[in-house]
């Protein structure tokens, strides 16, 4: 290994780079290579529509109504659903939906729908939604949407096959989509317990009376029969269908709080809660339930019966709509503000105020690309659902890209590059004799890092969130130059693997805590986006990665890494192997909860 070591630091930085381009160049070659043979590859689970919008699809304004497009949306999504499930699929679920562009009549419709994963008897499906003016040519993104489907069989319990993604974009989604998931399952229970310990600033009392509307006046309740168009093949009511017929009545409760034509921009997650038939009576109401200074949510809620004499009404589903009204410049307009009535309308309109803060956090954190995202975002109890979903999905995404480059190898320990969207990446790589398990359980207590990692000094464990994430305080020693030492704020996000195949995933990034505010006795360091993710390769066997996305604070030391300059990523990593290996017998008790 001395003689590997000596090898790399005499052949410098001229000839790292070089061999670094020598393997790109052949990587390149070999991606070329692959995407000849592969020209023409079309996801097989893939359908796309294309719909020219007329006058009976649009609204007051000409503009294609957003019921319309739901139906559209969910018909191409339950396609490729039933594509790959080869049998019937209901809709369960679709996530929160932005619109970020009208379409005009005359104009095409383009949606594109695919299963981006399977689970047991449910697979999530990513749609696109484009649209083009056939005069111009000039094409407009509209929305991105993540539905979840579920395959039915009337005999025989469905259990679908799994999905083998080819490419980068592919390979993506598959992996976060289990983490969105997860975000999924405790979706409920999420809201409740964030609008419990969210503050809500109650300003009921200093708002101008003379612009407000009582709430009640918005008010609206619609009923609607199920008739065979409106059904599938099972006779199940569209999801679509009623999306549309839920749409509908939330911008007539918007158009009586502003008397103008509202425009819908985002819907919050659907989530239907039980199937409705042919002859279903479905009741739909809606109801503004705050006024904001240029938006407004709509609640709506579908609920479902059989006869007219049954008092007995399933509730279907519900969901919470924001409009805004733009002028002729197309700016939002300044709306009157809201009445609540007493009780549950005051409770409405302070849920909606949370809510509002709560859409704000998820857009802001889940939506934005990488690049977008600054170092460390504050962490509060409203967020940190998503925090965590970013936490893990950032690490995968960066784990499933194509273009890592193999640098160098010395004893069995690879370390790869990647260059790309501004950063410089590496990610490390071996082979121990460790139960993935136990690797796991190790290495995402990070109060035991200090011992293998001399670059931790001191791991302090601020707040045990929940069961798979904490939040720590470390202190570092001085680097690449600089007298002070470092500390850094961690969110530390563990997951077990959702499928056979999938790693254990351990996922870090700084975050701000108010209780932890940078000090002058140290350098306050940030990561972005680090973590370990363990692959099972057999009995007592494990591959273990590390990944880190270097920041502007470590980037000298980094590159000094990988010019072969100094050994210290293979000296910490060996270390981290027989730290694994010295501590592999003593987690009995803990393993038994994986």
């Known amino acids: 290994m001395i003689q590997n070591v000596g090898n790399h630091l005499r052949w410098g930085l001229a000839s790292v780079f070089s061999s670094r381009t020598s393997r790109k160049s052949a990587l390149r070659a070999g991606n070329d290579s692959a995407m000849a043979d592969s020209e023409g590859y079309r996801n097989p689970t893939e359908v796309q529509m294309s719909q020219l919008v007329l006058p009976c699809h649009t609204n007051q304004r000409g503009e294609l109504s957003v019921g319309q497009l739901l139906k559209w949306i969910d018909t191409t999504a339950c396609l490729s659903a039933e594509r790959h499930a080869g049998c019937p699929c209901v809709t369960a679920s679709m996530d929160d939906v932005y619109f970020e562009h009208t379409i005009s009549v005359g104009q095409v419709v383009n949606i594109k729908a695919k299963v981006n994963r399977a689970f047991n008897s449910s697979m999530e499906v990513g749609i696109q939604v484009t649209s083009e003016d056939l005069c111009s040519e000039k094409q407009w993104n509209v929305c991105k949407a993540l539905a979840t489907f579920v395959a039915r069989r009337e005999i025989t319990k469905v259990k679908l096959k799994q999905i083998t993604p080819r490419t980068e974009e592919e390979k993506m989604e598959h992996s976060v989509a289990a983490e969105r998931r997860r975000m999924r399952l405790v979706y409920a229970d999420t809201i409740k317990d964030l609008l419990a310990n969210c503050a809500i600033q109650d300003d009921l009392e200093s708002r101008d009376c003379s612009r407000m509307v009582p709430a009640e006046k918005t008010r609206v309740e619609s009923v609607e029969l199920v008739l065979p168009p409106h059904a599938n093949h099972q006779g199940n009511t569209f999801g679509g269908q009623i999306m549309a017929w839920m749409e509908n009545v939330a911008t007539?409760?918007?158009?009586?709080?502003?008397?103008?034509?509202?425009?819908?921009?985002?819907?919050?997650?659907?989530?239907?809660?039980?199937?409705?038939?042919?002859?279903?009576?479905?009741?739909?109401?809606?109801?503004?339930?705050?006024?904001?200074?240029?938006?407004?949510?709509?609640?709506?809620?579908?609920?479902?019966?059989?006869?007219?004499?049954?008092?007995?009404?399933?509730?279907?589903?519900?969901?919470?709509?924001?409009?805004?009204?733009?002028?002729?410049?197309?700016?939002?307009?300044?709306?009157?503000?809201?009445?609540?009535?007493?009780?549950?309308?005051?409770?409405?309109?302070?849920?909606?105020?949370?809510?509002?803060?709560?859409?704000?956090?998820?857009?802001?954190?889940?939506?934005?690309?990488?690049?977008?995202?600054?170092?460390?975002?504050?962490?509060?109890?409203?967020?940190?659902?998503?925090?965590?979903?970013?936490?893990?999905?950032?690490?995968?995404?960066?784990?499933?890209?194509?273009?890592?480059?193999?640098?160098?190898?010395?004893?069995?320990?690879?370390?790869?590059?990647?260059?790309?969207?501004?950063?410089?990446?590496?990610?490390?790589?071996?082979?121990?004799?460790?139960?993935?398990?136990?690797?796991?359980?190790?290495?995402?207590?990070?109060?035991?890092?200090?011992?293998?990692?001399?670059?931790?000094?001191?791991?302090?464990?601020?707040?045990?969130?929940?069961?798979?994430?904490?939040?720590?305080?470390?202190?570092?020693?001085a680097l690449g130059g600089h007298t002070k030492p470092q500390d850094f704020v961690i969110l530390a996000s563990r997951r077990k693997p959702c499928d056979n195949g999938d790693p254990y995933v351990i996922a870090l990034r700084s975050v701000t805590l108010p209780t932890h505010r940078e000090t002058p006795e140290y350098r306050r360091g940030e990561t972005l986006c680090s973590g370990f993710c363990l692959w099972r390769e057999g009995d007592q066997l494990t591959k273990v990665s590390y990944y880190n996305q270097a920041t502007p604070g470590v980037l000298n030391y980094v590159t000094t890494n990988v010019a072969g300059l100094s050994s210290e990523f293979y000296t910490t990593f060996k270390a981290c192997e027989q730290f694994l290996l010295d501590n592999r017998n003593d987690l009995a008790p803990s393993l038994q909860t994986l």
């Not at 370390?415 to 460790?434: I, N, Q």
Request: aromatic share 8%.
């Open 252 to 477: 007539i409760a918007a158009s009586r709080l502003c008397r103008a034509h509202p425009t819908l921009k985002a819907i919050e997650m659907f989530h239907f809660r039980g199937p409705s038939q042919v002859g279903d009576r479905l009741v739909l109401k809606a109801i503004v339930n705050n006024a904001f200074k240029h938006s407004m949510e709509v609640g709506v809620c579908v609920e479902a019966y059989r006869q007219e004499a049954e008092t007995h009404r399933r509730h279907i589903n519900s969901a919470f709509m924001t409009f805004v009204v733009l002028d002729a410049d197309d700016q939002p307009r300044l709306l009157p503000w809201i009445r609540p009535q007493p009780g549950d309308g005051e409770r409405r309109y302070r849920e909606a105020s949370a809510r509002k803060k709560i859409r704000l956090d998820r857009k802001y954190i889940v939506s934005c690309k990488q690049t977008e995202v600054p170092l460390s975002v504050p962490w509060d109890p409203s967020n940190q659902v998503y925090l965590s979903y970013n936490n893990v999905s950032s690490l995968k995404m960066l784990v499933a890209k194509d273009n890592w480059v193999l640098s160098s190898e010395i004893s069995q320990v690879r370390l790869y590059t990647l260059e790309d969207d501004k950063f410089l990446s590496f990610h490390m790589e071996m082979v121990v004799h460790v139960d993935a398990a136990q690797a796991f359980l190790l290495l995402s207590d990070l109060r035991q890092r200090p011992q293998w990692d001399k670059h931790y000094r001191s791991v302090e464990l601020v707040q045990q969130v929940d069961e798979d994430d904490a939040i720590y305080h470390v202190t570092s020693p």
